[in-house]
């Protein structure tokens, strides 16, 4: 089965600290992302990675950054939590023709 | 840039048959995503085009048309547990992102 792991599944954090959300796969998947989802906005793009130690800013980098140390892990930090970033994160991998979610964190920050 | 548009919201009955319809406009094109995604839940893959034509699986078929910029989900023979969104997603072919619409929900009544 194809396995896409979130660290936690909901988190709740004070403004101002720094904040890890861990994902890994399975699947030997070269391409990683992390979304995040709000209602009535869909699905938006944080980061993703296309290989080892690649990064590339998503649609709405800011307050975020990653870090893939290794191909199985792909890693979200929010710097400075505030409480604009309270949202569902979804860490997502792609292969050539099938694409997974992992099962999602709801963050909230108070 | 990259736009992808679905309606909001249908209601379809137990046993119907639905469409969902997706339109892209897009600088690159390399290959088209369905998910189903339940209330809470994360995404689940459905289906991948990157051909014109139809793809069938099961009660989900998924259509694209290159040209029209267009694709089609179409569930058969409802059930309830049907009742999700529907999300939509076009991946570019010239940084691999995937870039999703805003998602269709679609109930379904007895």
């Known amino acids: 089965d194809v396995k896409v792991t979130q660290s936690s599944r909901y988190l709740v954090k004070r403004t101002g600290e720094k904040v890890f959300l861990e994902c890994v796969q399975d699947?030997?998947?070269?391409?990683m992302f992390w979304y995040r989802q709000d209602p009535g906005l869909g699905l938006r793009l944080i980061y993703f990675?296309?290989?080892?130690?690649?990064?590339e800013k998503g649609d709405i980098p800011e307050g975020y950054s990653v870090s893939r140390e290794k191909k199985e892990r792909f890693s979200l930090i929010l710097e400075s939590a505030s409480t604009n970033q309270t949202s569902m994160y979804l860490c997502?991998?792609?292969?050539?023709?099938?694409?997974?979610f992992g099962q999602g964190t709801r963050l909230t920050v108070v | 840039g990259q736009n992808i548009d679905q309606p909001t919201e249908m209601t379809a009955t137990e046993g119907a048959i639905v469409q969902i319809n997706c339109t892209y406009q897009?600088?690159?094109?390399?290959?088209l995503f369905w998910y189903q995604q339940h209330a809470g839940e994360a995404p689940t893959f459905l289906s991948y085009?990157?051909?014109?034509g139809l793809e069938e699986k099961g009660r989900f078929s998924s259509f694209l048309s290159r040209s029209k910029g267009y694709s089609y989900l179409l569930l058969k023979e409802l059930q309830m547990k049907d009742s999700a969104s529907y999300l939509c997603?076009?991946?570019?072919?010239?940084?691999?992102?995937?870039?999703f619409g805003k998602g269709n929900q679609v109930v379904v009544i007895p």
């Open positions: 085009n990157v051909l014109d």
């Open positions: 997603a076009v991946r570019d072919d010239g940084n691999n992102r995937l870039a």
């Open positions: 990675s296309y290989d080892v130690k690649m990064k």
């Open positions: 699947m030997d998947h070269e391409n």
């Open positions: 897009t600088s690159g094109f390399n290959g």
């Open positions: 997502a991998t792609e292969g050539q023709t099938e694409a997974f």
